[in-house]
C-alpha cells in the first residue's frame, strides 16, 4: 500500500520536528527530540521535501542534543573549577542550572574552554568582561532577530489565506538564514577590530595608568517631547518613530564618521575621534530631523577630552558632560563646552553663559552651536 503525504501535511510534520528541536524539554517534545536523533535525517529531509539549509539546522540539533551535562560535568570535562565555569556561564548572559540540570553540550564546552586561552593573555577579570559584551551582543542579536521574525509573520498575517503552513514555510526560510548571519557576524567582527585597532595602544610605556584612556568627542542625541508622544501614538506607531530615529541616526554617525556606543530609547550615544568631527555629526543630526513629520525634532550636548573607554562603552567626566548639556538643549539645538570652541571653525559658536550642572561642582560655561 503506497502512503502519500500532502503538502500541508509535510508541512506540520517539519513544524513538530522543527519544535521538538528546539522548545524547552516536556515528555512530548523528549520523543520528537529522540526520534530525530535515531532517524535518518536525510531520509527524513526526503519526506518532507525540505531544504538543505534545515536538514542541517536538524543535524545540527540532534547533535547538540545527543550529549548534555550537568554544570559540575561540563566544567570537570573544560577543565575548569566549579566555580570558575559558573562565573563564566554568568558571563555569557545565563543563569546558573540547577546542580541536577543537564543543559550543556559539547559545544558549550568547547567554546567555554576557550576561556583559559583568553585569561591566560588578557588576566581573568579582562576575560570575563570579553565574555560580558559578547554574551550581551548575542543576546541582542538574538532579540533582533527574533523581533523581526516576529513582525515579518505579522505583516504577513495581515494578507486573506494566511496559514499554519505559511508560518512553518516562514521558519524553514529563517533557519536557512541562520548560517549566512553566523557567517556575517565573523566577517563585521574581524572588519571592526581592523577599523578600530589604535596604534597609542603600542606605545603605552610608563605613561600606562592601569585604565585604557583615549582623547575622543562624546555625543548624545535625543528626541524632543518623547514622553508626551508616547502618551498620543499607539504602540505601533511609537515603534515606528523610534525605528525610523534610529535607523536615520545611526546611518548617518557612521556616514560621518563616527559610531554609535549605544541606543537609550529615544536617546543615541555616539563618539567621534575629535572635536571637530563630533560637532559635524551633531550639526547634521539636528538639521536632518529639522520640521520633519515622521520623527520630532532632536537636541544634542557633546563635550571632548579624555575618556575612559571599557567594554565598548566611555566613561568619565567629558560623557557625564555631554549628557548633562542635551537635557539643556532647546529643540534643533546643540551646546557644548564653551572650551570646545578654538577647536572648531566655519561655525556659529554663541556664549550661552555659566550653567549650574549636577554631578558638577562648578558652573560650566556653556555655547551654542549652529550654522
Given at each position: 500500500m503506497e502512503v502519500t503525504d500532502e503538502p500541508p501535511k509535510r508541512a506540520k510534520k517539519l513544524a513538530k520536528i522543527i519544535e521538538g528541536l528546539s522548545q524547552p524539554s516536556s515528555t512530548r517534545?523528549?520523543?520528537?527530540?529522540?526520534?530525530?536523533?535515531?532517524?535518518?535525517?536525510d531520509t527524513i529531509a526526503g519526506l518532507l521535501g525540505t531544504t538543505q539549509g534545515v536538514l542541517e539546522a536538524m543535524r545540527e540539533s540532534a547533535k547538540r542534543e545527543a550529549h548534555r551535562y550537568t554544570l559540575a560535568e561540563a566544567a570537570e570535562r573544560a577543565g575548569l573549577s566549579f566555580e570558575r565555569f559558573g562565573r563564566l556561564n554568568l558571563a555569557c548572559g545565563f543563569a546558573n542550572p540547577a546542580p541536577d540540570e543537564p543543559?550543556?553540550?559539547d559545544d558549550d564546552i568547547q567554546a567555554l574552554r576557550?576561556?583559559?586561552?583568553?585569561?591566560?593573555?588578557f588576566g581573568e577579570d579582562d576575560a570575563l568582561q570579553v565574555v560580558r559584551v559578547i554574551g550581551n551582543s548575542m543576546a541582542r542579536c538574538a532579540d533582533a532577530f527574533i523581533s523581526a521574525f516576529v513582525y515579518a509573520i505579522g505583516e504577513q498575517s495581515k494578507h486573506e489565506g494566511f496559514t499554519d503552513d505559511d508560518i512553518v514555510a516562514a521558519n524553514e526560510t529563517a533557519m536557512d538564514l541562520l548560517p549566512a548571519a553566523v557567517q556575517t557576524m565573523d566577517v563585521l567582527l574581524r572588519r571592526n577590530i581592523e577599523q578600530r585597532t589604535r596604534t597609542d595602544a603600542l606605545l603605552l610605556g610608563q605613561d600606562w595608568g592601569g585604565v585604557d584612556t583615549i582623547d575622543r568627542a562624546i555625543g548624545f542625541c535625543d528626541l524632543v517631547g518623547y514622553t508626551a508622544l508616547s502618551q498620543q501614538l499607539s504602540t505601533e506607531e511609537l515603534a515606528a518613530v523610534l525605528r525610523t530615529f534610529e535607523t536615520d541616526a545611526s546611518d548617518l554617525i557612521t556616514e560621518k564618521g563616527g559610531h554609535v556606543v549605544k541606543l537609550i530609547g529615544d536617546e543615541v550615544m555616539f563618539v567621534a575621534t575629535?572635536?571637530?568631527?563630533?560637532?559635524?555629526?551633531?550639526?547634521?543630526?539636528a538639521e536632518t530631523f529639522r520640521n520633519r513629520k515622521d520623527v520630532p525634532p532632536v537636541r544634542i550636548g557633546i563635550a571632548d577630552?579624555?575618556?575612559?573607554?571599557?567594554?565598548?562603552?566611555?566613561?568619565?567626566?567629558?560623557?557625564?558632560?555631554?549628557?548633562?548639556?542635551?537635557?539643556?538643549?532647546?529643540?534643533?539645538?546643540?551646546?557644548a563646552p564653551a572650551e570646545i570652541g578654538p577647536k572648531i571653525a566655519g561655525?556659529?559658536?554663541?556664549?550661552?553663559?555659566?550653567?549650574?550642572?549636577?554631578?558638577?561642582d562648578e558652573p560650566v560655561d556653556v555655547v551654542r552651536i549652529a550654522r
Amino acid at each position: 500500500m503506497e502512503v502519500t503525504d500532502e503538502p500541508p501535511k509535510r508541512a506540520k510534520k517539519l513544524a513538530k520536528i522543527i519544535e521538538g528541536l528546539s522548545q524547552p524539554s516536556s515528555t512530548r517534545v523528549e520523543r520528537a527530540r529522540n526520534l530525530a536523533a535515531a532517524l535518518d535525517l536525510d531520509t527524513i529531509a526526503g519526506l518532507l521535501g525540505t531544504t538543505q539549509g534545515v536538514l542541517e539546522a536538524m543535524r545540527e540539533s540532534a547533535k547538540r542534543e545527543a550529549h548534555r551535562y550537568t554544570l559540575a560535568e561540563a566544567a570537570e570535562r573544560a577543565g575548569l573549577s566549579f566555580e570558575r565555569f559558573g562565573r563564566l556561564n554568568l558571563a555569557c548572559g545565563f543563569a546558573n542550572p540547577a546542580p541536577d540540570e543537564p543543559v550543556f553540550t559539547d559545544d558549550d564546552i568547547q567554546a567555554l574552554r576557550l576561556f583559559q586561552a583568553a585569561s591566560d593573555f588578557f588576566g581573568e577579570d579582562d576575560a570575563l568582561q570579553v565574555v560580558r559584551v559578547i554574551g550581551n551582543s548575542m543576546a541582542r542579536c538574538a532579540d533582533a532577530f527574533i523581533s523581526a521574525f516576529v513582525y515579518a509573520i505579522g505583516e504577513q498575517s495581515k494578507h486573506e489565506g494566511f496559514t499554519d503552513d505559511d508560518i512553518v514555510a516562514a521558519n524553514e526560510t529563517a533557519m536557512d538564514l541562520l548560517p549566512a548571519a553566523v557567517q556575517t557576524m565573523d566577517v563585521l567582527l574581524r572588519r571592526n577590530i581592523e577599523q578600530r585597532t589604535r596604534t597609542d595602544a603600542l606605545l603605552l610605556g610608563q605613561d600606562w595608568g592601569g585604565v585604557d584612556t583615549i582623547d575622543r568627542a562624546i555625543g548624545f542625541c535625543d528626541l524632543v517631547g518623547y514622553t508626551a508622544l508616547s502618551q498620543q501614538l499607539s504602540t505601533e506607531e511609537l515603534a515606528a518613530v523610534l525605528r525610523t530615529f534610529e535607523t536615520d541616526a545611526s546611518d548617518l554617525i557612521t556616514e560621518k564618521g563616527g559610531h554609535v556606543v549605544k541606543l537609550i530609547g529615544d536617546e543615541v550615544m555616539f563618539v567621534a575621534t575629535d572635536a571637530a568631527g563630533g560637532v559635524e555629526i551633531a550639526l547634521s543630526l539636528a538639521e536632518t530631523f529639522r520640521n520633519r513629520k515622521d520623527v520630532p525634532p532632536v537636541r544634542i550636548g557633546i563635550a571632548d577630552g579624555k575618556v575612559v573607554t571599557r567594554e565598548g562603552d566611555y566613561f568619565g567626566p567629558v560623557v557625564n558632560l555631554a549628557a548633562r548639556l542635551v537635557k539643556l538643549a532647546p529643540p534643533g539645538g546643540v551646546l557644548a563646552p564653551a572650551e570646545i570652541g578654538p577647536k572648531i571653525a566655519g561655525v556659529d559658536v554663541d556664549d550661552c553663559g555659566p550653567e549650574i550642572l549636577k554631578g558638577f561642582d562648578e558652573p560650566v560655561d556653556v555655547v551654542r552651536i549652529a550654522r
